[in-house]
Structures are given as structure tokens and as C-alpha cells.
């Protein structure tokens, strides 16, 4: 890890009543991510009758200078909720209908696809059916640390007119930042202004929350926390285009005001449009949750989390609620690893924390620095012993490739090797020993690493191109399952408190969709194994008693098994 991030605690209390305190379970659990390099900081906030409540950890950067409730946040995909009161608003006012063709409000050179002569609706956008696809294929960005950023209008009219649906609109829930985006841009035309003025006009302004925009103003920029991701800093987002899926920024003081005024604790001319956008449309996602207009709404112990998590680069953040309890939750960390959980368990008592280990690659990194890979193995071999050290798969792989990267080539085999030991299941662990041992001239090594990336994840073509330079063939293998057997797996695997994988099938195909999800293909390896293409991920299925009761997600190094429960 290329930055140990250090620890400041700090409690704030704003109002003139005494401040709660968090559960000691959460305060441990956050401390522990701190210290292990999780996130330079984490701020959370709790909204309920008393008021506001901050409880504010770790440093703007890493070892930097604490945060506050002020603190500037990218919030990322929250901002869908803002682009869902927006349309709520815009309805309510008689300016549009949930129900009016996307088309309609487009200019005549866009033409959007259909699908047996029925239209994509502004609420089929909010609500993630409209059947487009999660991102546009012609999103291919010239800076990869700032993807969006040169994304363009045009460009996003082409891939619509062009574009044919998969599906029948409206049919199955598909998360989609293009929908999303498309709708913000839809409501800025509407106005006649861009989506950042109308978000601020509509929204911001409103309700006092002056440290919520798009564009950096210069307090902002002082009082921002910069992103995190595998402990090295990186680029914030700029999303002119797609702005309305996740271009906004803002500070826990400022989304407890959001928070507040959508629990109706904050007199409002926007609570009936909150009210609206909290509405379910649909349960198409699985699991029990439902969709409204933009925002997501899951089944808690005391009554409907309403919510939704957001996440750029560098940023992992969660805005959430229970109007029967009358508590709202924000959680913002500067860090590409998720915090959900923390927002979740502090809103319902059924939900749980994850388990935070320590990380062994800290340790490791420090001996690798200061004597060496050798020095490094032997240390390793006594972590190991140890259940509370976490060797986390992408950390280690990451940090690999800056060692390999960067020339030193020994360092980067001795994590590699780790990485393959620790995770024996992972096809990508493999793959990357493979490409060190070949830097380093190990071609027979390497070749083996190769094919056992291939056996264990057959879709990986990086693999299959690299043995094929070095002269072995190796294709692509598919093993055939019965329709009936793929039948056998359809259904709802409940993975963790509410997170779900839905199974379902098409002919000989197989396909899964996870919460908040798109669509993904499996192939099958064996009768009961399967591999995905799109990312770097396996899955199992078990059967009790002759029936398949449950599934195990393998990926990132960590294996996730779900019960069947439907």
C-alpha cells in the first residue's frame, strides 16, 4: 500500500443538546478501517427529531489535515436521487408526466429506439427499465482517471440512435448510469439551463445547502477530501454529460439538510415532490426492494430503508432513511472501498457490519522496502498464522504492478506469489504471476500460471493471448449443461442484507443480476461451476436433498456464499 493512512477522531456536535454517541461496535469497526489503510477518512452523519449529529474520522488526505462536517465529498450516484425529485417536481408542476415518451422532450435528431412499437417514459429512465444499456458502447474515454469528462452530448444522441433495446421496456430492472444521465439532460433541456443550475435552483438553493454543486468554487476546493483507491490518491470525476447519474459534490452537514428535508423534519415546497420520488414503481429488482424515482427502497427490522450509495474513483458514500423511525443516515469516505454497511446497520437493527481485518500488505510492503523479497517471504509465512491479518486480493495485485511497473521486478513476484497462495480460486491472481514470471524470464512458470487462470476462468483472453505468443493454444472452453440443470438454478440468492443475486435463463443461457446491477452472462466450466466475462468473478451452486438451495459468488478474493430465497 503506497500511503499509511493515519487516525484522528473527531466528535462535533453543532446543536445545543447533547451529542449521542455512536455504537461502540461502529466506532471500532471505523477506527479499524482507518487504521488499516480503508479510507483516509470516513464522516458519517444521523438526522432524526433532535437534529443533526456528525461523528467525523481521519484526515482530509492521508495524514493530512482532520475533516469536518464541511468537508467536500463527490457523491456519485446519490445524485440520482436529485435527478429523481427533479422529475418529481417537474410532474407535479405539470411540466411533464412520469408516463411521456423520453422522445418527446428530445430534440427531432434523436431518435430513441423502441421495442414492438412502445416508447421509453421519463419514469422508465428514473427507474432503471427502460432497457438501455448501463453505459454506452461508444464510451471509450482518453483519460481513464477522469472517465467522463470528455464524454459528450453528441456522442451520446449517436449511441441512442443507434442503439437497439435487448428487452421488452419496462420488463426487468437494469441499472443504467445512461438512463439515468439521459434524464438529467432531458429535465436541463426542459429549463433551458444546465443540470448543475437546475439541480442548485431546484434543490440546492432552496434548502440552504451552499456547499452542494458540480463545479468546484473555492471553499470547496480548500475543504475538499481528496480520493482514494488502493491507497493512492486519485483524479476527481467531471461528468458534463451524463451529470444527472453522478456529478455532484457535497459535505455530510450539507446531505443531513437533504436527508431532513426529504423525512419532511425540514419544512419544505419540495416535501411533496420527495414524497413522490419515494413512491415504489416496481419490485423488479429482487429480493424484496423496490424502485422509485431514483431512489431504492429495501425491506428493514423497523420499517423501509429508502436510500442509495454512490461511488466515483475515489469515493464511496450512502444516503439513507426510515421514515418510521424518523432516522436518517449519510455516510462519505474519500476511499474506493464501499461503506454501505455502516449506513445500513445504523438504520436497521437486522442489518450487520463487515469484518474488517488487519492488512498484512502494510507490513509486507514495509519489509519489501527495507530488506527486500527474501526478507518479505519470511515474514509472510508468520502473518499467515495469524486470522486477523487480511490479504486482500486487489490491494496486493495492485501493489504488485506498481513494483512491476516501477522495475522491481522481485518485489512484485514475491506479492504475486502471495496473492496466488491466498487466493487459489482467483483467475486474475494467476494471470498476474504469469506476467511477472514472463518479465522476468520464467517462461515455463509462467505458462503454468497462464493455464491455470485459463482452467479456473476459460473467458479470460488476456491468458489465451499470452500463451499464444509464447506458442501454446489454448481456446476458450464452454462445458454443456443440460436446459433443464440451468433451469434447476433460476431464482433469488440472498448474498447479505439486502443484496441479492437474481438467476435467470434463456434458452441454454444462464444470466445473473445483482442489486442495483446490470444484466451479466455465465458460462459454465462444469455442471455446477460458472464464470463471467465481464468481470473477474466465478460461481458455484450447491444442492441439499436434490434441490439447489444455494450459490457461491468468488471474487476480489473474497467468497460470498447466498442462500436461495425463491
Known sequence: MKHLFTIFIALYALSSFAQKALPADVIKNI???????????IAIGIIDKDGPQYYLFGTKTAGGQPVNEHTIYEIGSISKTFTGILLAQAILDGQVKADDPAQKHLPSSVKLPTQDGKQVTLGHL????????????NFNPKDPANPYADYTVEQMYTFLNGYTLPRDIGSKYEYSNLAQGLLGHILSLKAGSSYEALMLSNIATPLGMKETKITFDEKMKQNLAMGYSQGMQVANWDIPTLAGAGAIRSSVHDML????????????????????????????????TRVGLGWHISKGAEGDVIWHNGGTG?????????????????VLTNSAKGADDLGFYLLNSAAKLMEVKKSALVELKKQLDAQGAEAAWKLYENLKKDAINGFDEDEFNTTGYTYLEGGNTKAALALFKINVLEHPK??????????ALMKDGQKEAAIENYKKSLELNPGNTNATDM?????????????????????????????????????????????GQATGQGQFELFAKSATEFFLKVVEAQVTF??????????????????MPGKRIK
Open 31 to 41: 477506527e479499524t478501517r482507518i487504521n488499516n489503510g480503508y479510507s483516509p477518512s
Open 467 to 511: 500463451l499464444a505468443k509464447m506458442g501454446v493454444g489454448e481456446g476458450v472452453k464452454v462445458f454443456p449443461v443440460e436446459e433443464s440443470v440451468l433451469e434447476s438454478y433460476v431464482g433469488v440468492y440472498e448474498l447479505a442484507p439486502n443484496f441479492t443475486i437474481t438467476m435467470t435463463r434463456k434458452g441454454s443461457q444462464l444470466f
Open 426 to 435: 482467483s483467475s486474475n491472481a494467476y494471470d498476474s504471476y504469469g506476467e
Open 542 to 559: 450447491t444442492s441439499k436433498d436434490g434441490k439447489v438451495d444455494s450459490m457461491t459468488l468468488f471474487q476480489g478474493g473474497q467468497v
Open 126 to 137: 428514473s427507474d432503471h427499465t427502460s432497457a438501455l444499456a448501463r453505459m454506452p458502447s
Open 314 to 330: 475515489g469515493y464511496r458514500t450512502f444516503a439513507g432513511f426510515v421514515q418510521e423511525t424518523g432516522k436518517g443516515v449519510v
Open 257 to 288: 439538510i437533504y436527508l431532513q428535508a426529504n423525512m419532511g423534519l425540514k419544512k419544505s415546497k419540495l416535501y411533496p415532490a420527495m414524497q413522490l420520488s419515494h413512491q415504489a414503481r416496481h419490485d423488479k429488482v429482487g429480493g424484496g
